[in-house]
């Protein structure tokens, strides 16, 4: 059993928590954080998505830290799981990192281009894995369509659209009107999922259209060079308390597949065939932390969500972000 740790007990910190004790490769040896309130109020009812059937008792028992510093001189853990706001992920990383700790950082990877390359130079140096998480990588239905783009079951893809959309966020840090400055607002936080999705089934775009952008709502077209697909990704911060969805349909020669988050369990396929449904089982986020877990325990690196395509992925949000649009 690798003994982890976790720095940042908001929303995502608890579902890492959660995950981590469901693991019988990991054990949670404490959490960090420094907020001064009480870190267990209320945790299941931070985040866009819920936080259900937590094991609150054995949360509890978990020592609590103010800093990494001091949680490893007393716990000595192998790895951290880092999720803290995005303008805390390179100092923290940074000191993971020297303190010899496997890292599982939360997207999106860094706010500077040089601060990811530094960290991903620095993993290198000190041998360490370090994995930033990509969840819709893991998600079970993402990870279907990304199965039938390169297997070409349906031939070619012609086009994918995806839809990501929730109320601008009223939990945790993002009630600090300047720390909220400081998150990349749905670009960096939210559209990522898709851009980081997009990258790794068709590589990087020769060119992208910013066909929409009102308030933090965003419509954007990316074209490749050597490939017939296009990509339309959707979605943004909309009405705060707007329930969130995730959504695509990916049209092929052959056949057309759609999934809504509305309907998570289920993906849809239609072909000259008929129409079909495949049942989905399965969490992105355990999913995600067991495919780390398994990284650090036989020291390979994560080949499936690899640091330097995290990188790809912000330096496309930081290249949207200086297109003109209307
Ligand atoms: N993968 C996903 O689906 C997903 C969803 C939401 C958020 N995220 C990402 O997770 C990260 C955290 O977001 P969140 O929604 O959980 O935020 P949050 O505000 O709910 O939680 C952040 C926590 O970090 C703590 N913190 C801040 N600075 C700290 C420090 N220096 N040391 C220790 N603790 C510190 C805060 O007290 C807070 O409890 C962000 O990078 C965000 O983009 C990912």
Redo the contacts with the bound molecule.
């Keep these: 059993m690798k003994k982890m740790v976790i720095?940042?007990?908001?929303?995502?910190?608890v579902v890492h928590a959660k995950n981590i004790i469901a693991s019988d490769k990991l054990e949670l040896l404490g959490i960090?954080?420094?907020?001064s309130a009480d870190?267990f109020a209320d945790i299941d009812k931070?985040?866009n998505q819920g936080n259900c059937d937590l094991p609150l008792e054995r949360l509890k028992q978990t020592p609590v830290y103010k800093?990494l510093d001091e949680c490893c001189k007393i716990e000595k853990p192998d790895a951290v799981s880092i999720?803290?706001?995005?303008f805390?992920?390179y100092e923290?990383t940074k000191k993971a990192l020297n303190l010899g700790l496997d890292v599982l950082l939360?997207?999106?990877f860094c706010p500077e281009l040089g601060q990811c390359r530094e960290l991903i130079e620095l993993a290198e140096e000190k041998n360490r894995i370090m994995m930033v998480?990509h969840?819709v990588r893991f998600a079970p239905a993402w990870k279907f369509l990304a199965e039938r783009i390169r297997d070409k079951c349906y031939g070619e893809l012609k086009l994918l659209t995806t839809t990501r959309m929730c109320g601008e966020?009223t939990?945790?840090?993002?009630l600090d009107t300047e720390i909220k400055k400081t998150?990349g607002g749905s670009l960096f936080?939210l559209l990522i999922?898709d851009i980081d999705f997009a990258n790794s089934c068709l590589g990087l775009p020769e060119n992208i259209e910013v066909n929409l952008k009102v308030d933090e709502y965003w419509e954007l077209l990316f074209r490749y060079n050597d490939n017939q697909a296009k990509v339309s990704i959707k979605g943004g911060f909309l009405y705060q308390h707007t329930p969130f969805v995730s959504e695509y349909a990916a049209t092929f020669e052959k056949g057309s597949i759609r999934f809504s988050s509305l309907q998570s369990d289920v993906i849809h396929i239609g072909t000259d065939k008929g129409n079909e449904f495949i049942t989905m089982n399965g969490d992105a986020?355990q999913a995600e932390l067991e495919y780390f877990a398994k990284c650090i325990e036989n020291r390979s690196k994560p080949e499936r969500c690899l640091p330097v395509s995290s990188l790809q992925a912000i330096e496309i949000c930081r290249n949207i972000r200086n297109t003109k649009h209307t």
């Design positions: 720095v940042g007990f908001g929303f995502m910190g960090v954080d420094n907020r870190i931070t985040g800093t999720c803290v706001p995005l805390m992920h923290l939360e997207k999106p998480a969840c966020p939990w945790g840090v993002w998150c936080d999922h986020y």
